[in-house]
C-alpha cells in the first residue's frame, strides 16, 4: 500500500499521532543549499536559515491542522491525507500537492505552480526529534525540530 491512504488505526495511530506537538528548529543541514537550488536570493536565504521557525502539528484521523510561526510570518494550515491543497512559502512559491503517511512517516509531493517541478518533503520522528526533509532537483536538506 505504498503511498497509499489508509485511515489510522491501531498501532498506526500512535504512530500518526507522535507528530503533534510542538515542534521548535534546532538545526539545519545543506538548507542554504537548497533555497538556493529552490532559486531563492541570498538576502532571503541568509533570513530564512535564521527565521526561529516554530510548528505545530495537531492531527485527527486523516486530518491536520499545521501552525507555522516564524520572525517573517505566522500561517495556519488544514489538509486531509492523499488530498491536494495549494500552499505558498514564506518566500512566496506557490506550491500545489498532498500528504500521505508511509510507514512512521508523512510525505508530501508538490509541484511549484511557476516552473512545474516536483518537490518532496518528508516528516519523520527519529531519537524524538522531528526530521523535516526536502528534495528538489538532486538537492536535499533537512531541519531538525525540537519538541517545545
Known amino acids: 500500500m505504498r503511498g497509499k ?3 489510522p488505526s491501531g498501532s498506526q495511530q500512535s504512530v500518526i499521532m ?5 515542534w521548535k528548529v534546532d ?3 545543506n ?3 537548497f533555497m538556493e537550488q529552490m532559486g531563492i536570493n541570498m538576502v532571503k536565504r541568509k ?3 535564521h527565521d526561529n521557525l516554530k510548528i505545530t502539528l495537531e492531527q485527527t484521523g486523516d486530518k491536520f491542522h499545521v501552525k507555522e510561526n516564524s520572525t517573517f510570518r505566522s500561517v495556519e494550515i488544514d489538509f486531509t491525507l492523499g488530498v491536494n491543497f495549494e500552499y505558498s512559502q514564506a518566500d512566496g512559491t506557490e506550491l500545489t500537492g498532498s500528504w500521505v503517511m508511509e510507514e512512521d512517516m508523512l510525505k508530501g509531493t508538490f509541484t511549484r505552480k511557476d ?3 516536483s518537490l518532496i518533503t518528508t516528516r519523520k520522528i527519529i531519537g524524538g526529534e522531528l526530521v523535516q526533509s526536502y528534495t528538489y532537483e538532486g538537492v536535499e536538506a533537512k531541519r531538525i525540530f525540537k519538541k517545545v
Open 115 to 117: 516552473n512545474g517541478k
Open 47 to 49: 533570513l530564512a536559515s
Open 31 to 33: 538548507y542554504e543549499k
Open 27 to 29: 538545526r539545519n543541514e
Open 18 to 22: 507522535t507528530f503533534n506537538g510542538t
Open 5 to 7: 491512504v489508509r485511515p
